[in-house]
């Protein structure tokens, strides 16, 4: 399994964002997958953004994304969303997404995750 994230870009405070997780292989819907995040200066953590379960039925988000992100996935297309509305400054960072090792949680703990993509920066202008 190999993941790519993307969509991410430069916008201003307010304004939305799609971001994309790409994910080859036939396994894609065995695995739950979460979004993390990672701002400048905070090299040995990733913070958790949202989770989606394999069918897409159970989600997970952080406290900060509550609202305002949706996670989303079409196993059709091996793909996972994260809709992100109402973006603010500190919401500037670099996402990853990534699959868990059990498909059976969704986990706000980015060491449960065993495949990560290439991020994408997302830079928040107030």
């Known amino acids: 399994v190999q993941l790519q994230a993307c969509g991410g870009g430069a916008v201003q405070a307010g304004d939305s964002l799609r971001l994309s997780c790409e994910v080859s292989?036939?396994?894609?819907?065995?695995?739950?997958v979460g979004w993390f995040r990672q701002a400048p200066g905070t090299e040995r953590e990733r913070a958790f953004v949202?989770?989606?379960?394999?069918?897409?039925?159970?989600?997970y988000y952080s406290d900060s994304a509550k609202g305002r992100f949706t996670v989303t996935r079409d196993n059709a297309k091996l793909t996972v969303y994260l809709q992100m509305n109402n973006l603010k400054s500190e919401d500037s960072a670099t996402y990853y997404c990534?699959?868990?090792?059990?498909?059976?949680?969704?986990?706000?703990?980015?060491?449960?995750?065993?495949?990560w993509g290439q991020g994408t920066q997302v830079t928040v202008s107030s």
């Open positions: 292989g036939r396994t894609f819907n065995r695995y739950s």
């Open positions: 949202a989770a989606i379960g394999t069918s897409g039925d159970r989600t």
């Open positions: 990534a699959t868990d090792v059990s498909p059976l949680r969704l986990s706000a703990d980015w060491r449960t995750y065993h495949r």
